[in-house]
T-cell receptor, first 112, second 115 residues
Framework: KAGVTQTPRYLIKTRGQQVTLSCSPI?????VSWYQQTPGQGLQFLFE???????NKGNFPGRFSGRQFSNSRSEMNVSTLELGDSALYLC???????????FGPGTRLLVL | SQQGEEDPQALSIQEGENATMNCSYK?????LQWYRQNSGRGLVHLIL?????REKHSGRLRVTLDTSKKSSSLLITASRAADTASYFC???????????????FGAGTQVVVTP
């Protein structure tokens, strides 16, 4: 099976812009979780989607949003980018939300 | 906030030696997972141990779990240069409405294996 794919792999944006990141889960996986990784805060949970529904959300401002499509592909959007949003954004898919999560390679976002 | 804390933060060993790292967590868990990350890339799943298990093996990896102490350890035997990476423990809490799909990660242990 193909692994989790994320596009784009790298992004450079300026403050105030918005960005959309995409994640394609492993075929058959319906749960998709998103994480932000920074040197200062480590890996932090953003949100989880299952069957097009957001079931859980981490402690991030409303500028961070996401959605999931009927084919389980997911997107996350960050509006009004801030310098502190520079991070590696990781998407993970799993068969069951409480089981092993399989991570994609990540999207590295740099906000200037 | 991070649920788990790894110890040590960094570990430098020579090829052939064993590497041991520990993870402590705070709340009741459904399972605990260990992941490896090479140079800021995606995380690779290593092993999952459930709350009712005490020890698990996978190749050169051995994981233990002590739920009474809320701690886990990862042992890598006969380490290789290719084991150089950051290792993270992650806990999946007992399922509640605020735990779906959420792994809580520790800060990680950076392991360097020199040839």
């Amino acid at each position: 099976k193909a692994g989790v794919t994320q596009t784009p792999r790298y992004l450079i944006k300026t403050r105030g812009q918005q960005v959309t990141l995409s994640c394609s889960p492993i075929s058959g996986h319906r749960s998709v979780s998103w994480y932000q990784q920074t040197p200062g805060q480590g890996l932090q949970f953003l949100f989880e989607y299952f069957s097009e529904t957001q079931r859980n959300k981490g402690n991030f401002p409303g500028r961070f949003s996401g959605r999931q499509f009927s084919n389980s592909r997911s997107e996350m959007n960050v509006s009004t980018l801030e310098l502190g949003d520079s991070a590696l954004y990781l998407c993970a898919s799993s068969l069951l939300a409480e089981e092993t999560q399989y991570f994609g390679p990540g999207t590295r976002l740099l906000v200037l | 906030s991070q649920q788990g804390e790894e110890d040590p933060q960094a570990l430098s060993i020579q090829e052939g030696e064993n590497a041991t790292m520990n993870c402590s967590y705070k709340t009741s868990i459904n399972n605990l997972q260990w992941y490896r990350q090479n140079s800021g890339r995606g995380l690779v799943h290593l092993i999952l141990i459930r709350s009712n298990e005490r020890e698990k093996h996978s190749g050169r990896l051995r994981v233990t779990l002590d739920t009474s102490k809320k701690s886990s350890s990862l042992l890598i035997t006969a380490s290789r240069a290719a084991d150089t990476a950051s290792y993270f423990c992650a806990t999946a809490r007992v399922l509640t409405t605020d735990s779906w799909g959420k792994l809580q990660f520790g800060a990680g242990t950076q392991v360097v294996v020199t040839p």
